[in-house]
């Protein structure tokens, strides 16, 4: 199995700066995206950036120009650099894994989610 771990959540300023990380472990061969997703009470757990193993990122139209999503494919890790947060980026931060293949190349059925870790931008 697989396991998706976050680190890097807190309390920030507005205006200011949190990096999340997140690495997956188990039995993985590959995976072919990864990305941050967060979730407020009472809505729908949303996208906010993810990245191919190809290069290839997508962001939320909320986020583009004030976060930046990195990945290193050898370590399964990916990372989440936060900029200029404004309190309406106060969430639940969730890691996401899609598309794996497992040490025997095999894929997966189903994708996977990290525990989550909580981002709050107050003054």
């Known amino acids: 199995q697989v396991q998706l771990v976050e680190s890097g959540g807190g309390l920030v300023q507005p205006g200011g700066s949190l990096r999340l990380s997140c690495v997956a472990s188990?039995?993985?061969?590959?995976?072919?995206?990864m990305g941050w997703y967060r979730q407020t009470p009472g809505k729908q757990r949303e996208l906010v950036a993810v990245?191919?193993?190809?290069?290839?990122?997508n962001y939320a139209d909320s986020v583009k120009g004030r976060f930046t999503i990195s990945r290193d494919n050898a370590k399964n890790t990916v990372d989440l650099q936060m900029n200029s947060l404004k309190p309406e980026d106060t969430a639940v931060y969730y890691c996401?894994?899609?598309?794996?293949?497992?040490?025997?190349?095999?894929?997966?059925?189903?994708?996977?989610w990290g525990q989550g870790t909580q981002v709050t931008v107050s003054s």
């Open positions: 996401k894994a899609l598309g794996l293949l497992d040490s025997a190349r095999r894929a997966y059925e189903n994708d996977f």
């Open positions: 188990g039995s993985i061969f590959s995976i072919y995206a």
């Open positions: 990245k191919t193993n190809g290069g290839s990122t």
